[in-house]
């Protein structure tokens, strides 16, 4: 005997000064993936190219037969299918969603796990049900302090079996600012099966492990949530033993669309000498993001770029542009967001043993070719 | 002076016995994407889930003005709309799509390219215009030999600044075994923007490279063609010199959902001991899949799935299962293909310098776990 779960779930680790993604990291590299970064063009990404992370495998759920389940603490317990849920009135958001190990894999030590670069990110309209709706109809009842989102999603991670779970504070759960959205429908159509169908938790800025997908049950509890995604993963540790601080809302970050043309390996883009018009998009879910600034120089020196939009959309991403006078040469471009809260984004690498939060600007090598180069 | 397209292009390499996955793969990685293979449940692929490779970036383009041209060695030319394309009798396919590197990042040396492990396949149901009825109407003129198909992606390779461009012999493009579309629609919608919005080609049997996307002008020549995609990429060699063979028709490939539930970072599948429904779907772009054999230690003994479908859609995978009845231990799930011209797949990797048709057996590590073990 001794077949268990330990042989094939070991801890979590860093990569070793000259190591390699490994061939794990790349599964999950094939499976997960980012949004091609001239998809920021979009103001609601299309379909398919949104960012998208399932920890274990994407269950295979049927709308008409969905039933979600709200207990614990609760005058009355409720069951809901879609069609119960569709009854109420239907709230829609648009919400800039970012996965809370963005940027991951660029850290020195790199943790090891799904790869980032910089592209977990998307933008959809979300619509469903105010959460506090349905809590209000069940009734929470005193004591209650957090409220727990178990997906149908099952699998092992650091030798734990599990349903994918993770809670919310009672007070952000009931709270308006952000609306907590329970969500039935992504960009007008039914949630594709990668991103919850039928149903699955919107967060409004919070990163993208609050947002339960394929939800199935919530329950009311008068204790803090101690569940694996919570209170083991999640964190913001510097150590291994460390309690660590949890990972709540999305830090502010701008993304610029890499001007110009890739080459296809090494991915360096390509311009010719003149005005280069370039443009992002920026968010935060702190506040909103009140600045944006572009650096052509690897960030030795910054302008302020233009910011637009702007029109009341709190929880989506805010466009902005630049242009640039290109010379012939080798550059590094890179953008920067501020909000109105001050939050902005560092220009070292935040570093934390789970690679979470790492909102380090952006840097995008760029050649601009000689004048009378080409075609 | 100096700034050239080949500082930031090299030369196609190998990587050494000991290099992990760098950046730039990662980088490919992180925006080409597979199909998740829990998605091989689905008859026809759902929308995002189908794998996705894109050499340079995915252009902007609008449906409302596209313009696709037909000329070269015809008796008139064409400029067509895709009103135009729609006034055509539509014809709509079911077909299995595969990248011609899948299985590249397995190999041993690895070609440094788009890391695929063995998931860049999908099915869709693509709508367009037979291309034969196209070049019908444009009359194409003796001494034709090749029909060039050029996308609207733009970008550099291995020093070579281009728009993506591949041909077809003038026969497969007259033929009607396979019906080459020249698609506006998949799965009922008009093309998403990662799959060639708004017409691309689609050559049933065919691997990924010939299915030009973002289609905008079809040239008849009567030399062959000598583009890059023809002529230095998508060859078979083993040298570095050689000019070896293009990459055509797909190989056969048998892959199976893997059972049971996933460890987070190692992806190793976990079961419970007792029977364990396997199941899966084959393809060849050769002919119709004949045979699937289903291993479970590590492909020393095989036995014969059971074939489901063969409802005379020829181009799409076909369902297959079998069951196994799992026992406490470490076992290596594989599943192998046959078709009707007595094309297999190899236990041993068919390695070549560019890591195409490498239809080596997939391995599914699988731990059954103890029958104390877990809840």
Same mark, same amino acid.
């Given at each position: ?20 993604? +490994? ?8 499976? =997960? ?7 920021? @063009? ?5 379909? *398919? ?27 009355? +317990? ?23 190990? =963005? ?52 699998? %092992? ?20 600012? &952000? ?7 992504? $960009? ?9 169908? /039928? ?18 049950? #919530? ?15 999640? @964190? ?7 309690? *660590?601080?949890?990972?709540? @809302? ?6 610029? #669309? ?29 506040? &909103? ?11 030795? +020196? ?25 010379? &012939? ?16 984004? &560092?220009?070292?690498?935040?570093? =934390?043993? *789970?690679?979470?939060? =790492? $909102?380090?600007?952006?840097? %995008? ?5 000689? /004048?009378?180069?080409?075609?």
């Amino acid at each position: 005997m001794g077949h268990r779960l330990d042989d094939v779930s070991g801890p979590a680790r860093l990569a070793g000064p000259e190591e390699g993604v +490994s061939q794990e990291e790349l599964a999950l590299a094939a499976r =997960n993936h980012g949004m091609p970064l001239e998809a920021l @063009r979009y103001d609601v990404t299309p379909p *398919g190219l949104h960012y998208v992370l399932t920890h274990y495998d994407i269950p295979y759920t049927a709308s008409s037969s969905w039933q979600l389940t709200l207990g614990g603490r609760v005058r009355r +317990s409720l069951l809901l299918a879609i069609a119960d849920l569709k009854a109420y009135p239907a709230v829609t958001q648009r919400v800039t969603l970012e996965c809370a190990g =963005n940027g991951r894999a660029l850290l020195t030590p790199r943790p090891v796990s799904q790869p980032w670069l910089v592209e977990a990110v998307g933008t959809a309209e979300w619509t469903g049900v105010p959460l506090r709706m349905l809590l209000a109809e069940a009734g929470v009842e005193p004591g209650a302090v957090d409220v727990v989102f178990t997906g149908a999603d099952h699998g %092992v991670e650091r030798g734990v079996e599990q349903d994918y779970q993770r809670a919310l504070p009672l007070d952000v759960a009931m709270g308006g600012e &952000p609306e907590v959205l329970v969500a039935y429908g992504m $960009n007008g159509a039914p949630l594709p099966p990668q991103h919850g169908h /039928p149903v699955r938790l919107v967060v409004p800025g919070w990163y993208g492990m609050a947002h339960v997908k394929w939800l199935c049950d #919530i329950t009311v509890s008068d204790t803090p949530f101690t569940g694996f995604q919570q209170a083991v993963a999640y @964190r913001l540790r510097q150590g291994a033993g460390d309690e *660590g601080e949890p990972v709540t @809302r999305i830090a502010p970050r701008a993304l610029l #669309i890499p001007p110009g043309f890739p080459d296809f390996m090494s991915r360096t883009r390509v311009v010719r000498p003149g005005t280069v018009a370039l443009e992002g998009r920026a968010w935060s879910g702190h506040a &909103p993001v009140t600045g944006v600034e572009v650096s052509w120089d690897a960030g030795r +020196s910054w302008s302020a770029a233009h910011l637009d939009g702007g029109s009341g959309l709190r929880w989506a991403w805010r466009p902005w542009h630049l242009d640039w006078t290109a010379t &012939p040469g080798h550059h590094v471009l890179s953008a920067r967001a501020t909000d109105a809260e001050g939050h902005t984004q &560092p220009l070292e690498q935040p570093w =934390n043993r *789970g690679g979470f939060v =790492n $909102n380090l600007v952006q840097r %995008v090598p760029v050649l601009c070719l000689d /004048p009378d180069d080409g075609t």
